[in-house]
Every structure is written in structure tokens, then in C-alpha cells.
């Protein structure tokens, strides 16, 4: 069982949709941060959460944090082509940062 | 080249062979990490080290080795391979603690035949 599930697990939409990512535990996490990865290549840290409720937006991006600090979501306005990639949320537990098992968003032109 | 690399970037074995995946960063960051990436997973950590000559298990440890003797180098070692280990193969770096951001090697593809 992952500590972290997100969903979708797979996204495929038309570019100029908009979607959103979700990021859901029973645990608290002190913080939580979303990584994209493109086909062949390492994570990149997009974001780093910390504060229940927090907001934050990173161009087409938007990040919230939930209150009790359970769960987060990704929301990306207008999607487009270059939003291609593999998302993953990833929280500081026990010490050690537990990441989910990714959601892959294909975006079509 | 400054950053973080991997090497090999691909890898073909057997079982039962043992393989070294190497790990240098040129950042002198403190804490380095061994993850493993495989469909519905995600990222698995195998070992991680906080500094020079301290390592310590993650998730997934059984059949992995690593050493730190050096603050830029962190080699995973697969003892005698087995097929269960066929996956990709990343390193990391952090500069002082967890909560930092990560920074990630290109990655490793391992197959063990």
C-alpha cells in the first residue's frame, strides 16, 4: 500500500484543457513537494509545500497543500505539449521522503 | 561537469553477477540517496548516507550494498543480481537535510537476465 496515492494514474487531454492532480494520505506530512520527470531524465523539484492550506503558483501551476496537511493537488491551466511528463508528490515522513507512485499526463497538440 | 552523474547510463547483466552503479556530485552535498523507479512505484529509496562514512537503509534494501568514503562519490553495489532488481536506477543529492530539495542523477537502466 502506498503512503501516498495520487490520481489519475494516467492523463491524456487535448492541449488548452485544464487539469488537476491529486495527492491523498492518511498521514501528516510536515511537507510535501511535486517533482516532474521527462522520459529519460531525473525528477526536477517544482515546488515545496509547508504550511496547511498554502497556495502557491509557479505560471500555469497551481499547488495547495490541504489544512490538515494530509493531501495536495496540482492544478495546470491550459495545458500544453510541454506539460508532458511524469508528476510526482513526495512528502517528509519518519524522516525520509516518501514519494507517490506518479501520475503520467500526456498532452496533445 | 558540474552536477550530478551516473554511470553506466545502461546496464546488461545476469543473475547472479555483480554489479557497481556509480554516483559523483560536484556540489559537496551533504546527504546522497539510492532510488529505485519501477511502474506503480514510483521512487523507492534503497540507502541513503548523511555524510562521508554514514549510510543507512531506506525501503528497499535486501541485496544492495553502499559504501561512502568520499563526500562526491556514493557507489551502489548489487551483490549477486537477480531479475526482481531489472529497473532504473537513481542517484540524488541534498544539500543539508530531507526537506531540501533533491537533485537527481539522469538515471540507470538496469536489466538482469
Known amino acids: 500500500t502506498q503512503l501516498l496515492e495520487q490520481s489519475p494514474q494516467f492523463l491524456s487531454i487535448q492541449e488548452g484543457e485544464n487539469l488537476t492532480v491529486y495527492c491523498n494520505s492518511s498521514?501528516?506530512?510536515?511537507?510535501l513537494q511535486w517533482y516532474r520527470q521527462e522520459p529519460g531524465e531525473g525528477p526536477v523539484l517544482l515546488v515545496t509545500?509547508?504550511?496547511?492550506?498554502e497556495v502557491k503558483k509557479l505560471k500555469r501551476l497551481t499547488f495547495q497543500f490541504g489544512d490538515a496537511r494530509k493531501d495536495s493537488s496540482l492544478h495546470i491551466t491550459a495545458a500544453q505539449p510541454g506539460d508532458t511528463g511524469l508528476y510526482l508528490c513526495?512528502?517528509?515522513?519518519?524522516?525520509?521522503?516518501?514519494f507517490g507512485q506518479g501520475t503520467e499526463l500526456s498532452v496533445k497538440p | 561537469d558540474a552536477g550530478i552523474t551516473q554511470s553506466p547510463r545502461y546496464k546488461i547483466t545476469e543473475t547472479g553477477r555483480q554489479v557497481t552503479l556509480m554516483c559523483h556530485q560536484t556540489?559537496?552535498?551533504?546527504?546522497m540517496f539510492w532510488y529505485r523507479q519501477d511502474l506503480g512505484h514510483g521512487l523507492r529509496l534503497i540507502y541513503y548516507?548523511?555524510?562521508?562514512?554514514?549510510?543507512d537503509k531506506g525501503e528497499v534494501p535486501d541485496g544492495y550494498v553502499v559504501s561512502r568514503s568520499k563526500t562526491e562519490n556514493f557507489p551502489l553495489t548489487l551483490e549477486s543480481a537477480t531479475r526482481s532488481q531489472t529497473s532504473v536506477y537513481f542517484c540524488?543529492?541534498?544539500?543539508?537535510?530531507?526537506?531540501?530539495?533533491?537533485?537527481f542523477g539522469p538515471g540507470t537502466r538496469l536489466t538482469v537476465l
Open positions: 540524488a543529492s541534498s544539500e543539508s537535510h530531507w526537506g531540501d530539495e533533491q537533485f
Open positions: 498521514s501528516v506530512f510536515s511537507s
Open positions: 509545500v509547508v504550511t496547511g492550506g
Open positions: 513526495a512528502g517528509i515522513r519518519g524522516g525520509k521522503l516518501i
Open positions: 556540489w559537496s552535498h551533504s546527504y
Open positions: 548516507s548523511a555524510a562521508a562514512d554514514i549510510t
